[in-house]
């Protein structure tokens, strides 16, 4: 869990910022100026089904603003107690701010080279016996980061209010707007078959720098009303539904390939790539949901029982229209080449519809003092259909898998407790209808995921820790084709991930430290295609390690200064292993002063990240069948103030 002191004094920003504060997370293909992508436990997770927001799904193909968010979740595993169709590796929940007692408070943040943003939040309860709540958060960002040609602003606008209707009955509502509107940096490549230094790579340039470029617009409104009713008996009900309304205009120009020699994963030897006009206007998506569900604590046969259980219905449409994919000429890693724009609408979008339906019931145990079981399913049931936007390449198919769920726990001692546990996930996919398919359009077998768990943890007063031992198993679908191009969809193996998780919290007089680390043996395995098996997946470190620690000095009260360090190993480039970026470790410093007036509060925060500037590439993706590859932010300094009154 990611509160909100924690964010604000790591300068987190967007959401592939919180992969500095714990070591299982990592970057997945995340540009500045695009919807973030993240991995977890080494599996990257699916924008479309591994979020959440107040625990329902929502669609992260989009900007999402951090305003009016209390704190982050990340749940670690496989997700199929929490989720019908998702990525293994976990799930991400943001929990919304919701009215609390008087907040008044505003901010003010400078980043380099020119960032400036503003903030709000205001929150009061009013009416007899306090009843009514309301509170509002509001924030502008004009956007001048270092990278060039990355000018751009965000804003974002929240409003939450509750009614506590009567002891045992609150009525919640919120809405929440937000809107960005930047460029965004397309990521280097191999050059031909070697891995440029990024030493020599400068971490500013921007790929993305045509005189036609365009920014990446994407605008959100979200809204949802929950209802929670006490029924006696230590009985609750709760209704709570949610709509997300995303518009987005995808627009760049869009480095890919080497025709002039013959390869289409990676760029020239020579530096340069080949260059083309991408846009695609006013994609439209829409999520609903709404979950009933029923919890309590009953006694049954002698036992205490934690009992929930409800029924999730999603529907989620995405609309498009024709959109730009169109050759502009040769471009240049140094981005100094200029080409003519294409913008000719002269390539199709698909179109999506999907609804499913999922029951779920779980359910705690306590055996005996020390020994509780959990345990559960979820039964879903999903239909899913796409077509191009000229009516070509339907599909359209049904699918219903019911997932278990199990685990233990025994309290060792009063502060140490121990657990396994063993689940499974479920994804879904349809074979593209295109003709060199010989099964196109053909539903693929439900894709179940596994993973088995084994952890212990501590946590008394000033120390907290946890080693977590865990193996996930997770189906891969890949193309078998022959020599005349005709493929076949079908399972083909799957990514095997073993590790190792450790965290340790502790706190002494004036000092407090933090860390993670974790070990990873990830693994493609059972393939028929034996150059792959026991190789490691692209763009996953098998160590990966985070540290932060603050420092109170007596002689100044109100002040802290802070350090972290991130550090991850290597990467792999291809998926035959022949190439691999370096480790890498980055240090960043800050320091938080709180000065108290006598009716207010002022919070003096500076920092500033990868003080060493450190010159690396930061992630290797393998995205859209392309190698790509991002280099660390260079050093930036950061500063805020807030009032609190």
Excluded at 17 to 33: K, Q
Excluded at 157 to 177: K, N, Q, S
Excluded at 244 to 255: E, K, N, V
């Amino acid at each position: 869990m990611l509160g909100g002191t924690a964010l604000l004094d790591a300068g987190v920003e967007r959401l592939s910022d919180i992969t500095r504060l714990d070591a299982s997370l990592s970057d997945a293909y995340n540009s500045d100026g695009y919807w973030s992508f993240l991995s977890v436990r080494g599996y990257t997770l699916d924008n479309r089904f591994n979020y959440r927001r107040d625990g329902l799904p929502i669609n992260a193909e989009t900007s999402i603003g951090m305003a009016n968010k209390e704190r982050i979740e990340v749940f670690k595993g496989t997700s199929g107690i929490q989720a019908g169709t998702s990525a293994p590796g976990g799930l991400v929940n943001f929990v919304v701010k919701r009215p609390d007692a008087a907040v008044r408070s505003a901010s003010l943040e400078w980043r380099e080279q020119g960032s400036i943003g503003v903030a709000t939040d205001l929150s009061q309860r009013f009416g007899a016996h306090e009843a009514f709540g309301l509170r509002v958060n509001a924030a502008y960002d004009h956007l001048d980061p270092q990278v060039r040609s990355l000018e751009g602003h965000r804003r974002q606008l929240a409003v939450a209010g509750d009614w506590r209707i009567a002891p045992g009955t609150l009525v919640e509502a919120e809405f929440e707007h937000s809107r960005q509107s930047q460029p965004s940096v397309p990521g280097f490549s191999l050059l031909g078959d070697s891995l440029p230094s990024a030493r020599r790579i400068d971490p500013r340039t921007n790929l993305n720098n045509q005189p036609w470029s365009l920014p990446v617009v994407m605008e959100g409104n979200t809204a949802s009303l929950r209802l929670q009713q006490q029924l006696g008996s230590g009985w609750r009900f709760t209704a709570h539904g949610m709509t997300q309304h995303l518009s987005t205009d995808d627009r760049l120009a869009y480095p890919y390939g080497c025709s002039a020699e013959d390869r289409y994963d990676r760029y020239c030897s020579d530096g340069s790539f080949d260059l083309y006009d991408f846009r695609s206007d006013n994609e439209r998506r829409r999520s609903d949901a709404l979950d009933f569900s029923l919890a309590g604590s009953p006694v049954l046969a002698g036992l205490r029982h934690q009992f929930s259980t409800g029924v999730l219905f999603t529907r989620f449409k995405s609309r498009a229209q024709g959109q730009a994919y169109n050759y502009t000429g040769t471009g240049h890693i140094d981005g100094t080449a200029v080409t003519e724009p294409a913008p000719e609408l002269t390539d199709e979008n698909t179109e999506r519809d999907e609804r499913s339906t999922e029951l779920y019931l779980r359910d705690m145990v306590q055996l005996s003092a020390d020994w509780r079981l959990w345990a559960g399913l979820r039964h879903t049931r999903l239909h899913r259909d796409s077509v191009r936007t000229d009516g070509s390449r339907a599909t359209g198919y049904g699918q219903s898998e019911t997932l278990p769920w199990l685990a233990a726990s025994w309290q060792w001692t009063p502060a140490t407790v121990v657990y396994a546990s063993w689940g499974q996930g479920l994804e879904s996919d349809v074979v593209p209808n295109r003709s060199f398919y010989v099964n196109a359009g053909q539903a693929l077998p439900a894709l179940k995921s596994r993973q088995t768990e084994l952890g212990i943890k501590h946590e008394r007063d000033d120390v907290s820790a946890s080693l977590v031992a865990f193996q996930i198993d997770r189906p891969r679908a890949a193309d078998l084709c022959d020599a005349n191009d005709q493929c076949l969809r079908r399972p083909d193996g799957s990514a095997r991930h073993r590790g190792l998780e450790a965290a340790l919290g502790w706190s002494h007089g004036p000092w407090q430290l933090r860390g993670s680390a974790m070990w990873l043996q990830a693994r493609l395995r059972n393939s028929s295609d034996d150059s792959l098996n026991g190789n490691r997946p692209t763009n996953v470190p098998p160590r990966s390690f985070r540290l932060a620690g603050s420092y109170a000095p007596a002689a100044l009260p109100g002040l802290q200064l802070q350090a972290g360090l991130v550090h991850e190993a290597d990467k792999m480039v291809l998926d035959d292993n022949s190439i691999a970026i370096p480790g890498w470790t980055t240090v960043n410093l800050g320091a938080r002063y709180v000065q108290r007036l006598s009716r207010s509060q002022l919070t003096w925060r500076v920092g500033v990240d990868n003080v060493g500037d450190k010159r690396a590439w930061r992630e290797s993706p393998f995205q859209f069948g392309h190698a790509y590859l991002y280099p660390l932010a260079p050093r930036t300094f950061r500063a805020s103030i807030q009032l609190d009154l």
